[in-house]
Nanobody
Framework: QVQLVESGGGSVQPGGSLRLSCAAS????????MGWYRQPPGKETELVAS???????NYADSVKGRFTISRDNAENTVFLHMNSLKPEDTAVYYC???????????WGKGTLVTVSS
């Protein structure tokens, strides 16, 4: 089992910045891919960004150039640096980890990001 705990959400004005953190614990030796997903109000969950243990990244087109995902393997933590935030970035952000061998996905409980003036 893998436990994921997110932190860093909150309210910010358009154009502002936030950093989300996700701390992983448990059977993390089997985790390669980690990422962030989000669910805007009334919409489906979507991938925001992902990163492998080696540091390869993938971003949704809507956040490219504004968000940066990073990972500290020693601390088993993944970060999402969000800049130039827009109202459409408002969502519950979920941390995700995928087990390499089994393909099992683990999820955090989510953290709310609200972008509003």
């Amino acid at each position: 089992q893998v436990q994921l705990v997110e932190s860093g959400g909150g309210s910010v004005q358009p154009g502002g910045s936030l950093r989300l953190s996700c701390a992983a614990s448990g059977s993390i030796f089997n985790i390669n891919l980690m990422g962030w997903y989000r669910q805007p109000p009334g919409k489906e969950t979507e991938l925001v960004a992902s990163i492998t243990r080696a540091g390869s990244t993938n971003y949704a087109d809507s956040v490219k150039g504004r968000f940066t995902i990073s990972r500290d393997n020693a601390e088993n933590t993944v970060f999402l640096h969000m800049n130039s935030l827009k109202p459409e970035d408002t969502a519950v952000y979920y941390c995700n980890a995928e087990a390499s061998i089994t393909g099992v996905n683990y999820w955090g409980k989510g953290t709310l990001v609200t972008v509003s003036s």
